[in-house]
C-alpha cells in the first residue's frame, strides 16, 4: 500500500492518464511516448516537460495543455484543490518557519499558507504523501495537499527561502537591538547598529524587492518604518497592497542601500531627499524609478515611482482617448501657439497624457522644451529642465529662460501661482504652444481657478485654447469579468440629466486568480475635453459663472468624465461603480 501512495508520476504514466481522460489525442500521445528528454530537462518534472511540447487541449482543440491546466485536471482526479500561486498573498516568514529548505527541496514541495491549525502545502506529485506524516509531526497542525505547478513550486521555493534567509542574516546583525528611531532616538542612541547597506544580504533584498515590483506591474514601491517592522507595500493599478514587513533595523538599511545606489546623501536623515535611478526589468528593459525620502517618526519612509519605458509609445487609443475625444484634443494641439491646461488630481494620469503629446509633436522640424518639477521620464526628444529652488530656478524664472532658447513647443509642469500662469500666458501670447496641468476637478473650473490666481479674464480668453480633465478608471479583468442585467438606477445615477440610452447589459467585476480577486486588470483614461470657441468665450469675464460655462460647453458637444466612463462601461471595459468612485458628481444648475 505503500508503494501505491508514494508513487511519483513520470512521463509515460501522466501521459496514460492524460490520453484516458480525453485530454490528449491518440496522435498526440504517441508523439509524446518519443519524446526524448534534453540534457537540460533531466531535472525537470513530467508535468513541466509535457507542457513544453505544446499539445493541444483534446476537450477544446484552440487551448494548450499548460501546467495549470494539468495540475487542475490531475487535482479532480484525484481529489484534490488545485493551487495557482499569487506572490503577494504569502506571507514569506511564515512559510519559511514551518519547514526546513533541505526538506521542502528533497520531496519538491511548498507551504502556501500557514494558519493556527492547518498548513497547505502546494506539490505536483498527486500519489506521493509520505512526507505528510513527518510534516505534521513536526508543525503540530493539519497538514493539507494541494496541487501546484512544479515550475512555480520550484521558481517559489528558491526565491522564498533565499529572501528570508538573507533578511534573518541581515537582521541577525544588530544582535536585536532596536533601531535608532527619531522619536526614540535620545534613548536608543549609541546601542543599536543597523546592517550595512553593502551587506550582500541586504543587496540581495533590494534586488529582490525591484525585480518583485516589476513583475507584479507595481507603479510605486512604499517603505514605511514602524517601531518594530517596516512595511513594504506596492501600488498596483492604483491600489496598495501589503508585500512584507522587514525587521525595523533590516528596512533602514534597504532604504540606505536604494539611497546610496540613487546617488543621495545616505547621512542626511533629516530632510526629505529626491534622486533617480535607472535598472532593467527581468525582460530586459531600461526602467527608470524616480526616489523619494521623507522622515517619519519612526525613520525614513522612501517612495520609488517605476515609469513604464513604453509609456512615451502609447497611441491616444491605447490611453482611453474615443475618436471624439482624440479629434478634439488634436484639434488643440495642432495650434501654433496658445495654451492647453489638462486637469485633475495627483495620479491621475496627467502627464502621460502630457508626454505622450510632446513625443508626437516634437519632430526634427520643432524645438520642445519643458520644466518640470521633478522631471519624470527623460525623454530624448525633448529638452528638459528642472525646477530647483535651491537656486531659485522657479517655473516662472525656468520659462522666462526658456523663451530665450527659441522654442515652439513649452511644457510647464504646473502652474501654482500667479506669475508663473503670467508667464506661461505671455508665452503663449507670443507665439508659443504652452501645455501645462492645473489641479481642479473638471475642465470649466480650470478658468475660475486661472482668475483664482489673480489672471484677468481678458488674458484668459484671449490665450488659453481649451482644457482637458481626466482621471484613471481600472479596467476589467479579460479573464472573469461578468455579463449582467443593468441597474438601471444605478445607470441613470452615473449620466444624469443626459438621457443616455440605458444598455441591455454590462459587465461586472467578479475576480479570479490572474487579477488577484480584484475584478480588474490595468487602467485606462476618461477625459472631459472642452475647446474654447467663439460661443464660450462671452462667458468669461471677471464674475464668469461655472455653472453656465458648463452648460454651454455640454451644448457644443464636451463629454463629462461620468458621460465618458459610461461609454467605456457600456463597451464592457469597466464597471458603473469604478467610474463613480473616480468621476466627481458635477452640478449643473
Known amino acids: 500500500m505503500q508503494a501505491v501512495a508514494d508513487r511519483h508520476l513520470t512521463l509515460s504514466s501522466l501521459l496514460e492518464e492524460l490520453r484516458k481522460g480525453g485530454l490528449l489525442s491518440e496522435a498526440e500521445y504517441q508523439q509524446g511516448l518519443n519524446i526524448r528528454r534534453q540534457q537540460s530537462e533531466v531535472n525537470l518534472h513530467p ?38 500561486m499569487d506572490p503577494l498573498e504569502i506571507d514569506v516568514p511564515a512559510i519559511t518557519e514551518v519547514m526546513s529548505y533541505q526538506f521542502a527541496e528533497r520531496h519538491r514541495i511548498l507551504a502556501v499558507k500557514v494558519t493556527k491549525d492547518e498548513v497547505l502545502v502546494a506539490t505536483a506529485e498527486p500519489w506521493v504523501t509520505g512526507w505528510v506524516a513527518d510534516l505534521s509531526h513536526v508543525t503540530r497542525r493539519i497538514i493539507k495537499r494541494v496541487l501546484m505547478s512544479p515550475t512555480d513550486i520550484e521558481r517559489y521555493r528558491v526565491e522564498f527561502y533565499q529572501l528570508a534567509t538573507s533578511v534573518s542574516r541581515a537582521s541577525s546583525r544588530h544582535n536585536g537591538n532596536t533601531s535608532v528611531q527619531n522619536l526614540e532616538a535620545m534613548v536608543e542612541l549609541g546601542k543599536a547598529r543597523a546592517p550595512d547597506a553593502n551587506d550582500e544580504h541586504i543587496v540581495n533584498i533590494v534586488d529582490w524587492l525591484l525585480q518583485y515590483a516589476f513583475d507584479q506591474r507595481a507603479s510605486d514601491i512604499h517603505i514605511e518604518p514602524r517601531r518594530e517592522h517596516s512595511h513594504v507595500r506596492f501600488r498596483i493599478d492604483g491600489v496598495l497592497h501589503n508585500v512584507y514587513e522587514l525587521p525595523a533595523q533590516v528596512g533602514l538599511a534597504v532604504v540606505a542601500r536604494l539611497k546610496s545606489l540613487g546617488r543621495m546623501n545616505v547621512a542626511e536623515k533629516r530632510r526629505p531627499q529626491d534622486s533617480r535611478l535607472k535598472t532593467k526589468s527581468p525582460s530586459g528593459q531600461e526602467v527608470e524609478l524616480r526616489l523619494s525620502t521623507m522622515p517619519t517618526a519612526f525613520g525614513e519612509k522612501m517612495v520609488m515611482r517605476i515609469f513604464d519605458p513604453q509609456v512615451l509609445v502609447r497611441t491616444f487609443t491605447e490611453l482611453g482617448f474615443s475618436k471624439e475625444d482624440q479629434r478634439r484634443w488634436q484639434q488643440m494641439t495642432r495650434n501654433n501657439h496658445g495654451i492647453i491646461f489638462v486637469t485633475g488630481p495627483t495620479g491621475s494620469g496627467k502627464t502621460t497624457t502630457l508626454y505622450s503629446t510632446l513625443k508626437l509633436l516634437a519632430t526634427p522640424e520643432v524645438n520642445v522644451s519643458t520644466i518640470e518639477d521633478p522631471i519624470e521620464m527623460v525623454e530624448a526628444s525633448f529638452n528638459q529642465m528642472q525646477v530647483n529652488p535651491a537656486i531659485e530656478l522657479s517655473f516662472a524664472s525656468g520659462v522666462r529662460s526658456l523663451l530665450r532658447q527659441d522654442p515652439d513647443i513649452i511644457m510647464v509642469g504646473e502652474v501654482r501661482d500667479l506669475e508663473t500662469a503670467e508667464i506661461a500666458v505671455q508665452a503663449a501670447l507670443t507665439g508659443h504652444l504652452v501645455l501645462s496641468t492645473l489641479h481642479t476637478n473638471d475642465a470649466p473650473s480650470a478658468f475660475t481657478r486661472l482668475q483664482e490666481l489673480g489672471l484677468p479674464a481678458y488674458l484668459i480668453r484671449s490665450s488659453v485654447l481649451g482644457v482637458m480633465a481626466q482621471r484613471l478608471v481600472r479596467t476589467l479583468c479579460p479573464h472573469c469579468k461578468k455579463k449582467e442585467k443593468t441597474d438601471e438606477h444605478a445607470w441613470k445615477q452615473l449620466t444624469a440629466p443626459w438621457l443616455v440610452k440605458t444598455p441591455e447589459h454590462v459587465f461586472n467585476a467578479v475576480g479570479c486568480l490572474e487579477c488577484r480577486g480584484t475584478g480588474y486588470m490595468g487602467r485606462m483614461g476618461i477625459y472631459e475635453v472642452m475647446p474654447m470657441s467663439e460661443s464660450l468665450e462671452p ?22 468624465l461620468r458621460l465618458s466612463g459610461a461609454h467605456k462601461v457600456a463597451a464592457g471595459m469597466t464597471t458603473l461603480e469604478e467610474v463613480m468612485r473616480v468621476a466627481p458628481m458635477i452640478r449643473t444648475n
Open 47 to 84: 508535468i513541466a516537460i509535457l507542457a513544453r511540447q505544446n499539445f493541444h487541449d483534446a476537450r477544446d482543440p484552440v487551448r494548450l495543455l499548460s501546467e495549470d491546466q494539468i495540475c487542475e485536471w490531475l487535482a479532480q482526479q484525484h481529489q484534490l484543490r488545485s493551487y495557482v
Open 539 to 560: 462667458l468669461i469675464h471677471e464674475q464668469t459663472d461655472h455653472t453656465r460655462l458648463r452648460q454651454a460647453a455640454m451644448k457644443e458637444g464636451m463629454h463629462s
